[in-house]
């Protein structure tokens, strides 16, 4: 039997692991839906263990214990608050299938890319998805142990704008937790502008593997950056969203000035960030996918927006090259596996 204020976080990676280990620290009761595996480990291992930018260690169990956080396959769930898809985009339809049952006040999804909302609307409702996106990151470690490089800022909010109880109980609930999060009263500008920032972020990190602070410095990097982020601001604007600046992430300003501006501001920012002794090291998590042999997003964020592209008559040539190479890279790391690639 399950409480309804209960907050499940549905996969034990990286951000699903923070973000328990986050609430449950905070005493929010928290049951974390993980596959078998996962399962195992975490019960055998008795805890969450984040490190870095934001730091748990928050015991693990079975069974409802105060001060821990629960570890579920999901079939006991009946009534919760609400529900954070932390999955993988090409794994969250069937995670969703399977709590479709679940009753819950909200159900949130923080991929990356902009198919979550509609995914998640197709199988609860439109009327139960808050949106959310951030800049919170982290890393999963070869012990399973989590290493969160930047704290960034997390939002959520109504898919039609404004504001609710539910999305501001969330904000706060993470905001208590030790998660930098706020309200936005426009949540899909806020998905599509750090989609435009993952479009050419994890385009040039696919292809080239770089470290954040690499892919900030050199000029051409950066500039297949910017070409990318304009193909995906080009579906943002057609598809009616308007997308802007946000602390750390600044879409608007990126697309909109010279090349030149954002080479000079790039390297600055890595600069500043070397000179204070903060993570440059850090990778985007499609690098993280392919340095560790896991499948790629790139149907579901890249094939999205090429799709949308094609729906609006939006030439998206960038876009669409990356998609196609990141899927020969799956096509190929599977082979060489006889189909195992690593989940
Ligand atoms: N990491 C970041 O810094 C970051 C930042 C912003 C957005 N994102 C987005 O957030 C999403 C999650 O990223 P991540 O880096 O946290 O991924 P991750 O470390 O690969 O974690 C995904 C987890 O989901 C689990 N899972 C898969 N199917 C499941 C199911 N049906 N039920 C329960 N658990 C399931 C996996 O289990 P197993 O481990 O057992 O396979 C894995 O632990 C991605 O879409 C990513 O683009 C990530």
């Known amino acids: 039997m399950t409480q309804q204020s209960e907050i499940v976080v549905v996969g034990a990676g990286s951000l699903g692991?923070?973000?328990?280990?986050?609430?449950?620290?905070?005493?929010?009761?928290?049951?974390?839906?993980?596959?078998?595996?996962s399962s195992a480990r975490l019960l055998s291992e008795g805890k969450l263990s984040v490190r870095g930018m934001l730091q748990f260690s928050v015991p693990v169990a079975e069974t409802a214990q105060p001060g821990a956080v629960r570890i579920s396959r999901g079939e006991d769930l009946t009534s919760v608050r609400g529900i954070i898809f932390a999955t993988k985009g090409h794994d969250l339809r069937s995670a969703a299938q399977a709590l479709s049952g679940v009753k819950s006040t909200w159900v949130t999804g923080i991929q990356n890319g902009v198919a979550k909302d509609d995914l998640l609307a197709e199988i609860f409702g439109r009327g139960r998805v808050l949106g959310a996106a951030g800049n919170l990151a982290a890393e999963r470690q070869d012990d399973g142990s989590v290493l969160v490089t930047n704290r960034g800022m997390t939002y959520v909010g109504e898919l039609d704008g404004g504001s609710s109880e539910r999305a501001?109980?969330?904000?706060?609930?993470?905001?208590?937790?030790?998660?930098?999060?706020?309200?936005?009263?426009?949540?899909?500008?806020?998905?599509?502008?750090?989609?435009?920032?993952?479009?050419g972020g994890f385009g040039v990190g696919?292809?080239?593997?770089?470290?954040?602070?690499?892919?900030?410095?050199?000029p051409n990097l950066t500039r297949a950056f910017l070409s990318l982020a304009r193909e995906a601001a080009a579906i943002a604007k057609a598809e009616g969203v308007e997308i802007a600046d946000f602390p750390g992430s600044e879409a608007l300003t990126y697309v909109s000035q010279p090349d030149e501006k954002s080479i000079a501001s790039r390297a600055e920012r890595v600069r500043k960030l070397r000179a204070e002794g903060g993570e440059l090291d850090r990778r985007s998590s499609i690098v993280q996918d392919l340095l560790s042999g896991r499948r790629l997003e790139a149907d579901f964020i890249f094939d999205d927006f090429v799709t949308r592209a094609r729906k609006h008559g939006v030439p998206s040539p960038r876009l669409e090259l990356v998609r196609d190479l990141a899927r020969g890279i799956d096509a190929s790391k599977s082979r060489s596996t006889g189909g195992t690639t690593a989940p």
């Open 17 to 37: 692991q923070t973000f328990s280990a986050a609430l449950g620290s905070s005493g929010v009761p928290v049951v974390l839906v993980a596959t078998g595996r």
């Open 168 to 199: 501001e109980r969330l904000a706060s609930d993470l905001k208590s937790a030790g998660i930098p999060a706020q309200l936005s009263a426009n949540i899909r500008s806020v998905e599509w502008s750090k989609a435009v920032i993952v479009a």
């Open 206 to 218: 696919v292809l080239t593997r770089v470290v954040w602070s690499e892919s900030m410095e050199d």
